[in-house]
């Protein structure tokens, strides 16, 4: 279930960007970046920082392996992104 806000943009702003985006590459804004936009103090900076720090961070495992997992993970749970 998607929540209209997201879906749409919770400010025109963003419903200005997300008709930029589609007309520009002839596709919809994936989900993921529209959750990040989406009351963005709240969720989307915190969300995006947590990410930041595991995907580039300190780790035994260099980024492309991280990229690699994250690819697969997406992959078993049929997620496009």
């Not at 879906?7 to 993921?32: C, K, N, T």
Request: charged share 25%; glycine share 6%; hydrophobic share 45%.
């Amino acid at each position: 279930m998607r929540l209209k806000a997201v879906e749409r943009g919770e400010r025109i702003a963003d419903r200005v960007f997300y008709a930029m985006i589609r007309v520009a590459s002839g596709f919809r804004l994936p989900d993921v970046v529209r959750t990040l936009r989406y009351r963005k103090a709240f969720f989307g900076l915190p969300h995006r920082a947590h990410t930041q720090a595991v995907m580039r961070g300190p780790s035994a495992w260099p980024v492309g392996d991280r990229e690699l997992f994250a690819a697969f993970v997406s992959r078993l749970n049929r997620c496009a992104f």
